[in-house]
């Protein structure tokens, strides 16, 4: 009976690896973010190499392979995010986002820039009220 | 030949197809891409060769593919590390 469970936990495994490797070579490099795809597409991999662990009795390895596996996924795409993803792709670093002028709670930094700046109205308002220093003679 | 054995074959083929796969996906432009097939590429053999001790009775496979594993996992943070560089 053992012996049946543990040919279908390595038939899947095998199923789910092959799939996995067909996903990865279809995978069109033209797709946008495409190397977080096929990152993706290696955490079913390590899924199914986990399973046929289970399945050839090495439980510790297993283990060992459960926690490790999102480790290195995880900094493979922090990698590239932080390098070639952000330096080639500058725009990504950037987001549009509609500012909403009528909320009293959210102060967009356009309208606050632009009321700081030399030529705004506030500052040539200001400019009607002078500021009176007091001159000390130190010889007094 | 019983079931179990026919399934230990195939899971061996599906690894090496899986192998081409990465070896193929390690060719791409970027260098993370490099390293994720490389990465495949160890996790890959070390199940074969588990796979492999079971069927032939090899000596010290669960202690090698252990160290592949583990080593690999290593060698592939430490990479990324370095690719990553400094927080801006």
Redesign the interface.
Known sequence: MIEYIQSALLIISAILIIISAIGLISLSGNTKNAVYGRIHIVGVFDIACIIAMIGLGQYLLAGIYFIIAPFTAHAIANAYWKKEDRENNSDLVTVEVEPDYDNPFIHPRDKFGSLESEDSEKLKADDRFSVATLEIDEGE | M???F???Y??V???I??M???L??SA??????G??GS??VV??FA?AL??GG?IYNLEFF?DI??AL??FG?VG??A???V???E?K
């Open positions: 019983d079931i179990l026919i399934a230990k195939v899971l083929i599906a690894l197809i899986m081409l796969a990465a193929r996906a791409y432009k970027s260098t993370s891409m390293l994720l990465s495949v996790v890959a199940m588990l796979v079971d669960k593919s252990l594993i583990f996992f592939t943070v990479f990324a590390a690719l990553g560089g927080d």
